[in-house]
C-alpha cells in the first residue's frame, strides 16, 4: 500500500504545479490592483509607491519567482484587502466548506444506499418507480433555483428556518445541506440502483440465496460491496464538485467558506488570498482521489492484489 | 441436528418429490411455458440425472425446485415435496430454513458463483452462521474442516484468500464444500463439470460421489453428458422442449431406449465413428418455446412420426418395470 500512495502522490505533483502556475498567470490577466486600491485621485509616486511594496512593479517572471520561493517556505503572502496572511485567511475558510460538504455526502451516501439498494431489490417495483422519479428530479433541479426557492419559502414565508449567517442552532445547517444534498443524492441513488441491479443478478448472490440468507443479508452482506466500486467513484467525483462548488450555496446563505473566499478574492484582485485558497482547493481534490483509489484497494481484493505489495 | 422440526425421510420415502412442476416465462412476447408437467422423484444415497439439451427446462426446474428463479420466470403448477412437505406452499421464511439443511445446489460456473470480495472461508463457514448461529470463529473453523474434506491443500491458509486466488478445479470443489455444509437431504448438481478439464472433471465426480456415499445425499445431477449420466446417474429423466419424454433405471432405458430422442441421443455418441463418414446425429433442432406444437414436443425431427403425432399429444405412460415413455410408439422402438 506504502509504494501505491507515494506513486499516486508523486503522479499528483506535476498537475498541481500546473494549477499553481495558471492560477499565477490567470490572476494577473483579471487587472491591475492598483487601480482597484487606490482613489482615482492618487498621483503618479502614490502609485508607483504601493506597487513597490506589494511587488508588483516587478516583471511577472520575477514575481512568480518570488511567489514559488515564499510558497516553499510556506508563505502565502498576505491579503491586500485585510492584510492578514493568506494562510491564515484560507485555513479559516476551509473547515467551513470541508464541514458543508462532508456532512452532506455523508447523507447522501447513506441515503442513496439503502433507497437505491431498496428499488434495485425487486426491479420495476412501485419502490424502485418511485425512486427513480425523484432521484431523477432531484439529479435534474439546478442547485441556485432550490436555494432561493428555499430561502423563499421556508425563510420568508413560513419563516421557519433563518435565510443565511452561521449563527444559531442546528437549524442554520437545514437550507445550505438540503440544496448541496439534493443533486448527489439523485446521481447517487441511480448510480447505486444500477451497479446493484447488476451485482443481485450476479451467480454468487444465487448462490447466497441458496444457503439461505436473508434479504438484507444478501444485499448488504453480498451485493453491496461488489456494488460500491462505481459508487465510490462518483461519490469522489460528486465531492469534488462540492468543495469546488459551494461558491454558489456560500454566496447564497452567507456562509464564510472557501468558494465565498475565493470569489472574495478574485472581485478584490487578491492574488496572494485566491492563489492559496486554489493551492489548497487542489491539493484537497487530489487528496480525495487517492482516498478513493485507496477505498476502492479495501473494498476488493483483486485491485489491492494488482498493486505491488 | 437441523432447525428444521420434520424427521430426515426415511429410506423409502422420496428425499425430494416433484410432481407435474409447470414454470412460465414472462417476457416481452408474452407468456411462454418453460417447464411443462415435470415430476421425478429421488430417495436419500440415489442419483438422478436430469439429461437434455440446452434450452430443455432442466436447470429451471432445478432452480425452481431450490427456490431461485429469475423473477421472470414464475412456478404455476405442481408441488415440490421435501419432508412431507410442499415447498412450493411455503412462505419464503420457511424455505429459507431449508436452503441449506435440506436443498442445496452446485453451480457450473464457480468463479462467478463465489462472491469475489469475500474470503473463502467465511463463504464457506456462512451456512453455519444462518442455520446454527455459529460466531464467525467457529464457522470459519467448519470452514477449514470443509475445506480439508474437499481437498484444498493448506486449508488454514487459503481460508483466508480470494476466488481469483484458486484455479478452477479448486473453486468447484470449495462451491461443492460449501454446498454440503450442513448434511443436505438433496444435493442438485447443475452441470457441475462443464468448465472444467477432463481430468478435473473425472476428480470432481469422484468427488460428489464420495461425499454422497458418505453423508446419504439424494443427488439431482443436471447434464448434456450422455457419458457422465451413464456412470454417475442410478434413474436419468430425458427431457425435450420442457416436458420428460422417458424416464427409468440408466441402464435400461440405454441399453433399450423407449422413445426416439433418446434413441437419437444415445445414437449419436461416436462409438465407432469411421473417418470420412458424417456422424450420425438427431436432425433439425428442439421447438422455440414460443412454438412449440400442439401434439408431439419431438414430432419435428422424429423419425417415427405419424398423423397421430401431430393431433394427439403423447401422455408420459408407463411401460413397465418401473420405465415410462411419451410416445405413442414406443413398442416399435424395442422390437427395432
Given at each position: 500500500m506504502v509504494p501505491f500512495l507515494r506513486k499516486r502522490i508523486l503522479s499528483s505533483a506535476i498537475p498541481l504545479v500546473c494549477v499553481v502556475l495558471g492560477v499565477f498567470f490567470l490572476a494577473r490577466m483579471t487587472g491591475n490592483p492598483v487601480d482597484l486600491y487606490l482613489p482615482l485621485s492618487a498621483t503618479a509616486e502614490q502609485r508607483a509607491e504601493f506597487s513597490a511594496a506589494q511587488g508588483f512593479d516587478l516583471s511577472v517572471p520575477a514575481q512568480l519567482w518570488n511567489y514559488l520561493v515564499d510558497a516553499a517556505h510556506l508563505d502565502f503572502g498576505t491579503s491586500l484587502r485585510t492584510g492578514q496572511s493568506a494562510t491564515s485567511m484560507v485555513l479559516d475558510a476551509f473547515p467551513v466548506t470541508l464541514q458543508l460538504a462532508g456532512v452532506t455526502m455523508l447523507l447522501a451516501i447513506t441515503g442513496a444506499v439503502l433507497i437505491g439498494s431498496l428499488a434495485a431489490y425487486?426491479?420495476?417495483s412501485l419502490v424502485d418507480r418511485v425512486a427513480s422519479l425523484l432521484s431523477m428530479t432531484a439529479a435534474s433541479i439546478p442547485d441556485f433555483w432550490f436555494a432561493v426557492m428555499g430561502v423563499l419559502v421556508f425563510g420568508v414565508s413560513l419563516a421557519w428556518l433563518p435565510t443565511s449567517g452561521t449563527l444559531g442552532g442546528p437549524e442554520i445547517w437545514v437550507l445550505p445541506i438540503a440544496t448541496l444534498l439534493i443533486r448527489p443524492f439523485g446521481v447517487l441513488v441511480q448510480v447505486v440502483r444500477g451497479s446493484m441491479v447488476s451485482a443481485l443478478s450476479a451467480p454468487y448472490v444465487k448462490i447466497a440465496r441458496s444457503k439461505g440468507a436473508t434479504p438484507r443479508r444478501v444485499i448488504f452482506g453480498h451485493a453491496l460491496r461488489n456494488a460500491v466500486t462505481p459508487v465510490l467513484t462518483v461519490a469522489g467525483d460528486l465531492t469534488v464538485g462540492l468543495v469546488n462548488g459551494a461558491v454558489i450555496v456560500e454566496t447564497i446563505f452567507g456562509w464564510p467558506g472557501i468558494g465565498k473566499l475565493m470569489i472574495d478574492s478574485i472581485l478584490q484582485r487578491d492574488f496572494a488570498v485566491l492563489q492559496a485558497a486554489v493551492l489548497l482547493t487542489a491539493v484537497t481534490i487530489f487528496a480525495l482521489n487517492i482516498i478513493v483509489d485507496v477505498c476502492h484497494a479495501l473494498t476488493d481484493p483483486r485491485v489491492r492484489q494488482a498493486v505491488p505489495a | 441436528m437441523t432447525t428444521t422440526s420434520a424427521p430426515a425421510p426415511s429410506?423409502?420415502?422420496?428425499?425430494l418429490d416433484v410432481e407435474g412442476l409447470c414454470v412460465d416465462l414472462n417476457t416481452a412476447s408474452g407468456t411462454l411455458r418453460a417447464v411443462d408437467g415435470v415430476s421425478f422423484s429421488v430417495r436419500r444415497g440415489r442419483t438422478l440425472a436430469l439429461l437434455?439439451?440446452?434450452?430443455?427446462?432442466k436447470s429451471m426446474t432445478a432452480l425452481s425446485v431450490v427456490g431461485l428463479l429469475d423473477p421472470a420466470a414464475e412456478v404455476t403448477g405442481g408441488a415440490v415435496r421435501v419432508r412431507g412437505k410442499d415447498t412450493l406452499r411455503m412462505s419464503a421464511a420457511e424455505r429459507r430454513k431449508l436452503a441449506g439443511p435440506v436443498l442445496s445446489i452446485v453451480f457450473q460456473d464457480a468463479l462467478t458463483a463465489?462472491?469475489?470480495?469475500?474470503p473463502v472461508g467465511r463463504q464457506i463457514g456462512e451456512p453455519f452462521r444462518i442455520h446454527r448461529g455459529l460466531s464467525r470463529r467457529q464457522a470459519e473453523e467448519k470452514a477449514v474442516e470443509l475445506m480439508t474434506r474437499v481437498g484444498i491443500p493448506e486449508p488454514r491458509q487459503r481460508a483466508k484468500s480470494y476466488p481469483h486466488q484458486f484455479s478452477g478445479g479448486m473453486r468447484q470443489r470449495l462451491l461443492i464444500a460449501m454446498a454440503v455444509a450442513l448434511d443436505p437431504d438433496v444435493l442438485i448438481a447443475d452441470e457441475p463439470t462443464t468448465a472444467l478439464d477432463v481430468t478435473v472433471q473425472a476428480q470432481i465426480m469422484r468427488l460428489l460421489r464420495d461425499l454422497q456415499d458418505e453423508r446419504d445425499m439424494a443427488v439431482v445431477l443436471i447434464t448434456h453428458d450422455l457419458a457422465v449420466v451413464a456412470q454417475r446417474a442410478d434413474d436419468v429423466v430425458v427431457m425435450y422442449a420442457g416436458t420428460v419424454v422417458e424416464n427409468g433405471p440408466v441402464h435400461d432405458v440405454f441399453s433399450s431406449p423407449r422413445h426416439p430422442y433418446t434413441r437419437g441421443l444415445l445414437d449419436s455418441v461416436p462409438e465407432d465413428a469411421e473417418r470420412g463418414r458424417p456422424l450420425p446425429a438427431v436432425p433439425g433442432s428442439p421447438p422455440e418455446l414460443s412454438a412449440v406444437p400442439p401434439g408431439c414436443v419431438f414430432q419435428a425431427r422424429c423419425?417415427?412420426?405419424?398423423?397421430r403425432c401431430v393431433r394427439e399429444r403423447p401422455s408420459l405412460r408407463s411401460t413397465g418395470d418401473g420405465r415410462s415413455a411419451a410416445c405413442h410408439f414406443s413398442e416399435e422402438l424395442d422390437r427395432a
Amino acid at each position: 500500500m506504502v509504494p501505491f500512495l507515494r506513486k499516486r502522490i508523486l503522479s499528483s505533483a506535476i498537475p498541481l504545479v500546473c494549477v499553481v502556475l495558471g492560477v499565477f498567470f490567470l490572476a494577473r490577466m483579471t487587472g491591475n490592483p492598483v487601480d482597484l486600491y487606490l482613489p482615482l485621485s492618487a498621483t503618479a509616486e502614490q502609485r508607483a509607491e504601493f506597487s513597490a511594496a506589494q511587488g508588483f512593479d516587478l516583471s511577472v517572471p520575477a514575481q512568480l519567482w518570488n511567489y514559488l520561493v515564499d510558497a516553499a517556505h510556506l508563505d502565502f503572502g498576505t491579503s491586500l484587502r485585510t492584510g492578514q496572511s493568506a494562510t491564515s485567511m484560507v485555513l479559516d475558510a476551509f473547515p467551513v466548506t470541508l464541514q458543508l460538504a462532508g456532512v452532506t455526502m455523508l447523507l447522501a451516501i447513506t441515503g442513496a444506499v439503502l433507497i437505491g439498494s431498496l428499488a434495485a431489490y425487486r426491479p420495476n417495483s412501485l419502490v424502485d418507480r418511485v425512486a427513480s422519479l425523484l432521484s431523477m428530479t432531484a439529479a435534474s433541479i439546478p442547485d441556485f433555483w432550490f436555494a432561493v426557492m428555499g430561502v423563499l419559502v421556508f425563510g420568508v414565508s413560513l419563516a421557519w428556518l433563518p435565510t443565511s449567517g452561521t449563527l444559531g442552532g442546528p437549524e442554520i445547517w437545514v437550507l445550505p445541506i438540503a440544496t448541496l444534498l439534493i443533486r448527489p443524492f439523485g446521481v447517487l441513488v441511480q448510480v447505486v440502483r444500477g451497479s446493484m441491479v447488476s451485482a443481485l443478478s450476479a451467480p454468487y448472490v444465487k448462490i447466497a440465496r441458496s444457503k439461505g440468507a436473508t434479504p438484507r443479508r444478501v444485499i448488504f452482506g453480498h451485493a453491496l460491496r461488489n456494488a460500491v466500486t462505481p459508487v465510490l467513484t462518483v461519490a469522489g467525483d460528486l465531492t469534488v464538485g462540492l468543495v469546488n462548488g459551494a461558491v454558489i450555496v456560500e454566496t447564497i446563505f452567507g456562509w464564510p467558506g472557501i468558494g465565498k473566499l475565493m470569489i472574495d478574492s478574485i472581485l478584490q484582485r487578491d492574488f496572494a488570498v485566491l492563489q492559496a485558497a486554489v493551492l489548497l482547493t487542489a491539493v484537497t481534490i487530489f487528496a480525495l482521489n487517492i482516498i478513493v483509489d485507496v477505498c476502492h484497494a479495501l473494498t476488493d481484493p483483486r485491485v489491492r492484489q494488482a498493486v505491488p505489495a | 441436528m437441523t432447525t428444521t422440526s420434520a424427521p430426515a425421510p426415511s429410506a423409502t420415502e422420496p428425499a425430494l418429490d416433484v410432481e407435474g412442476l409447470c414454470v412460465d416465462l414472462n417476457t416481452a412476447s408474452g407468456t411462454l411455458r418453460a417447464v411443462d408437467g415435470v415430476s421425478f422423484s429421488v430417495r436419500r444415497g440415489r442419483t438422478l440425472a436430469l439429461l437434455g439439451e440446452s434450452g430443455c427446462g432442466k436447470s429451471m426446474t432445478a432452480l425452481s425446485v431450490v427456490g431461485l428463479l429469475d423473477p421472470a420466470a414464475e412456478v404455476t403448477g405442481g408441488a415440490v415435496r421435501v419432508r412431507g412437505k410442499d415447498t412450493l406452499r411455503m412462505s419464503a421464511a420457511e424455505r429459507r430454513k431449508l436452503a441449506g439443511p435440506v436443498l442445496s445446489i452446485v453451480f457450473q460456473d464457480a468463479l462467478t458463483a463465489l462472491n469475489p470480495v469475500q474470503p473463502v472461508g467465511r463463504q464457506i463457514g456462512e451456512p453455519f452462521r444462518i442455520h446454527r448461529g455459529l460466531s464467525r470463529r467457529q464457522a470459519e473453523e467448519k470452514a477449514v474442516e470443509l475445506m480439508t474434506r474437499v481437498g484444498i491443500p493448506e486449508p488454514r491458509q487459503r481460508a483466508k484468500s480470494y476466488p481469483h486466488q484458486f484455479s478452477g478445479g479448486m473453486r468447484q470443489r470449495l462451491l461443492i464444500a460449501m454446498a454440503v455444509a450442513l448434511d443436505p437431504d438433496v444435493l442438485i448438481a447443475d452441470e457441475p463439470t462443464t468448465a472444467l478439464d477432463v481430468t478435473v472433471q473425472a476428480q470432481i465426480m469422484r468427488l460428489l460421489r464420495d461425499l454422497q456415499d458418505e453423508r446419504d445425499m439424494a443427488v439431482v445431477l443436471i447434464t448434456h453428458d450422455l457419458a457422465v449420466v451413464a456412470q454417475r446417474a442410478d434413474d436419468v429423466v430425458v427431457m425435450y422442449a420442457g416436458t420428460v419424454v422417458e424416464n427409468g433405471p440408466v441402464h435400461d432405458v440405454f441399453s433399450s431406449p423407449r422413445h426416439p430422442y433418446t434413441r437419437g441421443l444415445l445414437d449419436s455418441v461416436p462409438e465407432d465413428a469411421e473417418r470420412g463418414r458424417p456422424l450420425p446425429a438427431v436432425p433439425g433442432s428442439p421447438p422455440e418455446l414460443s412454438a412449440v406444437p400442439p401434439g408431439c414436443v419431438f414430432q419435428a425431427r422424429c423419425p417415427l412420426v405419424r398423423e397421430r403425432c401431430v393431433r394427439e399429444r403423447p401422455s408420459l405412460r408407463s411401460t413397465g418395470d418401473g420405465r415410462s415413455a411419451a410416445c405413442h410408439f414406443s413398442e416399435e422402438l424395442d422390437r427395432a
